[in-house]
């Protein structure tokens, strides 16, 4: 069991909360137990508000996308109360994929990311199927074009492939069988909403929509009667039950075994990959999978082993994670007191390799050494000088200031008080960085301290706003 002290409090924290807000630590740090401290942080509430658009005409769906993405970072940076319900959500998000680019409906974009903020730590059989035939996935997919008559695979196949079983864990045969249980689904293009094909009136002429013929699928027969509709879900209740991976899969070593422990070890890895580091444990994946498949697949207690294993508070997890860019602009967020519709520059973070609601695939984003190239990096800066330009109210002006999230420096404060060249600045260079970290409620290193103080100080310029740019840009503040 890790130890209750403040560096392992505030690792847990950025990790599952974004920031290690100080009101956080030292609440945790009150907790009875470590253990405690874990339960506390994921005892998010049950049902969390949704955004409410502004923008009421149809033909700005795009604007009401924005006023998605800024509902949602707001609630990451400032507004929640437990941050660990929209870190899941943003991991489901960037694992259950679907992009506001191909769907092309804000509303059902939230009513995809309202599931995962809602059941992201609730049970994935539910959360999934109910994913599985939201018009968000119907359309990223192509499971509204999934037809007896002219099968779609796309979904069938990411549901295996991405989702839950990883490639080489099945066969062709299991894509078509899935494929065919999933039949049946679309939406109505016009107005978003979803429809069972079946239901419409036959006519001659009428395709067959949904492909109810018996099946063999992992192992197991699907398709044997009952509701028509569920068909479907019987995929998801296979491969998370007693499916078996066929002899004929790629991964020779998994033929034969249990597909649930299969989806386990694999999800395992992916919820460490974003969470921990790149270098997962085997003691720490398998308590997860047995964690995971002891609780029927709910998420909370499969969560919760990862946060009190011993190997999650190594030095090479607290510095083997490099924070990304919606990360990064949560923290920003956060540290500055800044509102996201007012601030956050969604065409600036393009250039960083991830945007809210735009996965560039179906295999989401990927980790850590992801977000560093020079071109990414190039777009972190910036970012980082268009908040610390936001962060400057009024500045040139008499009684300007740079506000923090919790006090501000004025430029009187931040200027040469003595005639030149006699530089002799009010604030000690030290003084100026400190109060800056302080206020943001930042840590960095004392290297990184060092730099910035010595910067300053040899700068001989009667302006030091520019400190608050260089520390936006410290290592400490890209990584986890």
């Not at 069972?196 to 197991?220: A, C, M, N, V």
């Not at 997890?317 to 800044?338: C, E, F, H, Q």
């Not at 601030?343 to 695939?361: A, C, F, K, S």
């Not at 990184?448 to 503040?477: K, M, V």
């Amino acid at each position: 069991m890790p130890q209750l002290n403040e560096r392992n409090v505030r690792h847990l924290l950025r990790r599952t909360e974004f920031v290690d807000r100080q009101s956080r630590v030292d609440e945790l740090l009150q907790a009875s137990s470590f253990a405690a401290a874990v339960d506390d942080v994921l005892d998010v509430p049950s049902n969390p508000p949704s955004v409410s658009f502004q923008e009421t005409s149809p033909d700005l769906e795009w604007v009401r996308a924005q006023e998605l993405s800024h509902f949602w970072l707001d609630r990451m940076a400032t507004t929640s109360p437990k941050p660990m319900q929209e870190k899941m959500a943003l991991f489901w998000h960037g694992h259950l994929v679907s992009s506001f680019q191909k769907v092309d409906r804000a509303g059902k974009m939230r009513e995809q990311i309202d599931l995962y903020r809602r059941d992201g730590l609730r049970n994935l059989r539910t959360m999934v199927k109910e994913m599985s035939v939201g018009v968000a996935m119907l359309r990223y997919l192509d499971n509204n074009r999934n037809v007896a008559d002219s099968p779609n695979q796309n979904f069938a196949r990411e549901l295996m492939e991405l989702f839950l079983l990883e490639v080489g864990n099945y066969t062709e045969a299991d894509v078509e069988a899935a494929t065919a249980a999933w039949t049946g689904h679309s939406d109505i293009w016009e107005t978003g909403e979803y429809v069972w094909r079946d239901d419409e009136p036959k006519q001659p002429w009428t395709p067959i929509y949904h492909d109810s013929s018996t099946k063999q699928f992992l192992g197991r027969t699907i398709n044997n009667g009952g509701d028509p509709r569920r068909h479907g879900d019987e995929t998801i209740d296979v491969i998370l039950g007693n499916g078996v991976v066929p002899n004929g899969a790629d991964k020779v070593e998994n033929r034969g075994r249990q597909t649930r422990a299969v989806a386990a070890e694999f999800l395992s890895r992916k919820l460490w990959n974003d969470f921990g580091n790149q270098e997962p444990p085997g003691a720490a994946i398998a308590a997860m999978r047995d964690a995971f498949i002891g609780a029927d697949f709910e998420i909370r207690p499969w969560v919760r082993t990862m946060l009190l294993r011993d190997e999650f508070y190594t030095d090479a997890v607290k510095d083997g994670l490099v924070r990304s860019p919606i990360d990064w602009t949560v923290s920003m967020l956060y540290a500055l007191n800044l509102r996201s519709a007012d601030h956050t520059p969604m065409y600036l973070m393009e250039g960083t390799g991830q945007v809210i609601l735009r996965p560039p695939n179906v295999s989401g984003w990927k980790t850590n050494g992801y977000f560093v190239n020079a071109s990414a990096m190039s777009a972190r800066a910036d970012i980082a000088q268009h908040f610390s330009w936001r962060a400057q109210r009024d500045y040139w002006e008499d009684g300007g200031y740079l506000q923090f999230r919790n006090g501000r420096l004025t430029r009187e404060q931040l200027i040469d008080a003595s005639p030149w060249p006699d530089y002799v600045p009010t604030m000690p260079s030290a003084d100026v960085i400190d109060n800056m970290t302080t206020m943001m409620e930042v840590q960095i290193s004392s290297e990184s301290r060092r730099q910035l103080i010595a910067h300053l100080e040899r700068s001989e310029r009667w302006e030091r706003n520019d400190a608050l740019y260089l520390i936006l840009l410290t290592p400490e503040l890209h990584t986890a």
